[in-house]
């Protein structure tokens, strides 16, 4: 399954301590311990230098564990200090540790617009002030409103002059709503700027990496290309992100459609994409294996224009990291008669993580290299599952025991960070299978023939491009629409996902070594794995709970009894606030049936009524007060438990403790600031006010 021996793949032996190494590092902060770290590791590696330069003198073979033990904890040490040293944060010249009125950035990324909104990260180059200008170093992201004219302005390499206004970004302030300040700390930036276009100069052009820059440059001429030989948008959408990476013009309702069919990942250009091209290379070059030195002529050309594809694909890290497994597997076949597959896969994820020990976070990054080990590892016990004899058929069966496999292995994490799982995978990447060769051959024939004016050839392959496209994306959104196409609502903690890969890792190996306690012990996984599922339904079953949602310009208040709820919003359920702000956390809290209703209707359930601004859930009482409900400065208190202030209403100082006797205050992130100051000014006491902007969402749990 791997290797008989650990010497026959020493990358694997490697990889897991470094792997231990960047963990520690991002797990734990130790940048404040980095020096001594540093020394344990030049001290440690001087002793190991000495120790093999002396070995026979010292008779060190009689304490062969003692190698081994100093090069792990070298290992460790130094996937700690890398990691350490990657985080901009613990260099001196960090942009946010200097004040400045102005900074001197440096476009790094292709900007992105997205309706009005132009984005993109940059280099804090040079951080100014009146008296003086410093160097400084770190990652901004920037968002500037224009339109598109303007925006057009702006590309990779610009260096630009920017008010110094930045602030750390926003955490999720509302239950399971994606951690978009964890997403770019991950990728090492960790403020973000907004400004208009008004505040920003541009003061040098074309001023990063030059390769790079070719790279997006003709990226986008060959975007157009598809463009001009192609007319369906949906068809030039999916070409430019198949075939280039180009992700830009991608509509979610295809996004959608893979997703759920379990075949998103052929929309990402990455290993399978790059192996198709590999293929095409080989069989173009298959004359030289004839000549003596052709083998060595044919890996240097295949090398070449595995990274010139790369460069097509404006250098994605998905495609490099591929290339980069590619090359270390042409080398090796080259110039060694055997070598083992999983050892090249562990030396390219090395390689990649000294240059970005970050990309250890990236979920494209773990998927690619699990699907990977799942093809190498675990498709051949699948495929041991069923012998057949027909050729056709087991050509066949090789095809679904990779699927399968891979499908498995990868189930956990998709499960973690997806909420779901595509049931007729199997289906759809048979589906998929002949269309993505033909869309890859095809797409590449168009750019090659209008890049060199042979206009006929360019059309003929464009429309055979389109074509293969939309025959594809229909059969994938027959399945996408199919009864029980998919499982979804599928929330997994850390230690269930530890759980769940433990115990398909296990199965698999009880298959492979047919050894009882294996199997006695992923059993073991499965049952507390299902024991920790069950208590986390029963607990959100019984437990009833009013969340207050922060949803910055709009408001929510979600009524939850068991596998029931009922939402008060002002969103529609199709709005991408709601399903990313409201949908993802009754998805987690394991309801099933909702209820979703303006402010303005009134309803009544079994453990839900509302009439007018009075509503009632369970045993608990609540008031909305807006600008249409009228609070007399002296009045008949009303008991509530709870009051929710929304729509920055005018409230006479003292009147909300005159009228009401309450536990709870709460105030809409939606008001404004002037309202919310003045409703807190106007309290006794200020110790019952909650206010939801740029605060977490408040839930008030009973267990019943």
């Known amino acids: 399954m791997l290797a008989d021996h650990k010497g026959e793949v020493p990358f694997i032996v490697y990889i897991l301590p470094f792997l231990a190494g960047i ?9 404040d311990h980095m020096i001594a770290v540093s020394i344990a590791f030049g001290i440690l590696l001087g002793t190991f230098i000495a120790l093999n330069l002396l070995y026979e003198r010292t008779k060190l073979y009689r304490l062969p564990w003692v190698g081994g033990t100093m090069m792990h904890t070298l290992l460790l040490l130094a996937g700690t200090l890398i990691t350490l040293n990657h985080d901009d944060r613990n260099h001196s010249n960090f942009f946010a540790k200097h004040p400045a009125d102005q900074l001197l950035v440096r476009i790094n990324s292709e900007p992105q617009l997205k309706g009005q909104f132009l984005r993109f990260t940059a280099v804090v180059d040079e951080a100014i002030t009146p008296k003086h200008r410093r160097h400084t170093t770190g990652n901004l992201l920037v968002t500037m409103t224009v339109d598109s004219a303007r925006a057009r302005k702006f590309a990779y390499g610009d260096v630009l002059l920017i008010p110094a206004k930045y602030d750390i970004p926003d955490a999720p302030f509302n239950p399971a709503e994606f951690n978009y300040r964890k ?6 930036v960790f403020f973000q700027s907004f400004t208009d276009l008004k505040h920003v100069f541009v003061v040098d052009r074309k001023a990063g990496n030059q390769l790079v820059a070719y790279s997006l440059g003709l990226r986008q001429r060959l975007v157009g290309q598809f463009k001009k030989y192609m007319q369906d948008p949906e068809a030039i959408a999916v070409a430019s992100t198949l075939i280039l990476g180009y992700k830009a013009e991608l509509d979610n309702d295809i996004l959608q459609a893979y997703s759920k069919t379990g075949t998103i990942h052929v929309l990402s250009v990455s290993g399978a994409h790059v192996a198709i091209i590999f293929m095409m290379i080989a069989w173009l070059l298959k004359p030289l294996d004839r000549w003596r030195w052709g083998k060595y002529l044919k890996a240097t050309l295949s090398i070449g224009l595995i990274w010139y594809y790369s460069l097509l694909t404006g ?26 597959m999983v050892n090249i896969l562990a ?3 090395m390689a990649i993580l000294l240059y970005d020990p970050f990309l250890i976070m990236d979920v494209g990054f773990q998927l690619s290299y699990l699907a990977l080990v799942g093809l190498l590892v675990f498709q051949p ?10 050729k056709w058929l087991d050509r066949l069966w090789i095809i679904c025991s990779a699927s399968i496999a891979i499908q498995a292995i990868t189930f956990p994490l998709s499960a973690y ?16 299978i002949i269309p993505v060769e033909v869309v890859m051959y095809a797409g590449i024939g168009c750019l090659i023939a209008s890049q060199a004016g042979w206009v006929t050839i360019a059309e003929w392959t464009g429309q055979l491009l389109q074509k293969s496209i939309l025959l594809m994306d229909a059969g994938l959104r027959y399945i996408e629409r199919s009864p029980y196409s998919s499982v979804t609502k599928i929330w997994l903690n850390g230690w269930e996902l530890w759980l769940m890969v433990a115990f398909i890792v296990l199965l698999f190996a009880v298959f492979y070594y047919q050894r009882a306690v294996l199997l006695k012990v992923s059993l073991v996984c499965l049952f507390l794995l299902c024991i920790s599922s069950s208590f986390r339904k029963i607990r959100s079953v019984r437990t009833d709970s009013i969340s207050y949602l922060n949803l910055k310009k709009h408001s929510g208040i979600v009524f939850k ?7 008060l919003t002002d969103l529609a359920d199709t709005d991408k606030t709601f399903k990313y702000s409201i949908r993802l956390g009754l998805d987690s809290s394991r309801v099933e049936d909702v209820v979703i209703l303006p402010f303005s209707k009134d309803t009544s359930t079994m453990f839900f009524k509302k009439q007018a601004n009075w509503v009632r859930f369970v045993n608990k009482d609540m008031v909305i007060i807006d600008k249409y409900l009228w609070l007399p400065k002296r009045g008949v208190k009303s008991k509530a438990d709870q009051l929710f202030v929304t729509g920055s209403p005018h409230i006479a100082p003292g009147s909300i403790d005159a009228n009401f006797s309450y536990g709870k205050l709460i105030v809409d992130a939606g008001n404004s600031d002037k309202a919310t100051n003045a409703i807190k000014a106007g309290l006794k006491d200020d110790k019952k ?14 267990n019943q």
């Open 689 to 702: 006010m909650y206010a939801l902007k740029r605060n977490r969402a408040l839930v008030i749990q009973s």
């Open 183 to 188: 997403y770019l700390s991950q990728k090492n």
């Open 23 to 31: 963990w520690l590092a991002m797990s734990f902060g130790l940048a």
């Open 381 to 390: 016990i699948v495929y041991g599952w069923w012998d057949v004899e027909n």
């Open 561 to 567: 009894q068991g596998t029931r709820a009922v939402v």
């Open 417 to 432: 960070y997806f909420h779901q799982f595509p049931v007729y995978f199997l289906i759809s990447n048979l589906l998929i």
């Open 347 to 349: 030396a390219s994820a």
């Open 315 to 340: 250098l994605s890290p998905a495609v490099c990291r591929a290339a980069v497994m590619i090359t270390m597997v042409i080398l090796g076949t080259s110039f060694t008669r055997r070598i083992s």
